[in-house]
T-cell receptor, first 115, second 115 residues
Framework: DQQVKQNSPSLSVQEGRISILNCDYT??????FLWYKKYPAEGPTFLIS?????DKNEDGRFTVFLNKSAKHLSLHIVPSQPGDSAVYFC??????????????FGKGTKLSVKP | DTGVSQDPRHKITKRGQNVTFRCDPI?????LYWYRQTLGQGPEFLTY????????KSRLLSDRFSAERPKGSFSTLEIQRTEQGDSAMYLC?????????????FGPGTRLTVL
């Protein structure tokens, strides 16, 4: 049973336009959400995060929005650049018993930004 | 470079052999995590340490897998009697445990191929 879902395996966007990557989750006990970017043959690189007590976090061209009632978060990249082409993973941390341990990842969305 | 490092980057072995991977975390980080990633999937949690203590193990971590972090610094992940299903990318991540943050920083991974 997938607790973090990225329903779009791929997304293609023109350079300069907005990229919107979506993520849905099922567990109300998630307290922190993160986005990672991954290039082939490399480990995931941390991009941006948001606590469950917030609804928006912005860092340069990247903004993450959290809608807790819909159990949905999204990553906006504006403007998109060819170097943004990568696989993007949504991840969530399960906070239970005070342990605050591992992250649960979605399957990823491959973003292609065309010049 | 003060990021997370992993060694080796690639390992090819025959079924039934034992393999060991090493991870060196970011020096001031007290938490260290192991994940496994297969094609088309996001990283899946295996286990994590806080300092020397192994705090959590996933059901994915069969008896053939063992991880150690003897002095709270580097960690090793050993797989005994490898099977073809163990072929995957093994990722290590580290973090500085803080109640309100969850960012983990990943190494480049070790790609294991079991023939």
């Amino acid at each position: 049973d997938q607790q973090v879902k990225q329903n779009s395996p791929s997304l293609s966007v023109q350079e300069g336009r907005i990229s919107i990557l979506n993520c849905d989750y099922t567990n109300s006990m998630f307290d922190y959400f993160l986005w990672y970017k991954k290039y082939p043959a490399e480990g995931p690189t941390f991009l941006i995060s948001i606590s469950s007590i917030k609804d928006k976090n912005e860092d340069g061209r990247f903004t993450v929005f959290l809608n807790k009632s819909a159990k949905h978060l999204s990553l906006h990249i504006v403007p998109s650049q060819p170097g943004d082409s990568a696989v993007y993973f949504c991840a969530a941390r399960l906070n239970y018993g005070g342990s605050q341990g591992n992250l649960i990842f979605g399957k990823g969305t491959k973003l292609s930004v065309k010049p | 470079d003060t990021g997370v490092s992993q060694d080796p980057r690639h390992k090819i072995t025959k079924r039934g052999q034992n393999v060991t991977f090493r991870c060196d975390p970011i020096s001031e980080h007290n938490r260290l995590y192991w994940y496994r990633q297969t094609l088309g999937q996001g990283p899946e949690f295996l286990t994590y340490f806080q300092n020397e203590a192994q705090l959590e193990k996933s059901r994915l971590l069969s008896d053939r897998f063992s991880a150690e972090r003897p002095k709270g610094s580097f960690s090793t992940l050993e797989i005994q009697r490898t099977e073809q299903g163990d072929s995957a990318m093994y990722l290590c991540a580290s973090s500085l445990f803080r109640w309100l943050r969850a960012e983990q920083f990943f190494g480049p991974g070790t790609r294991l191929t079991v023939l």
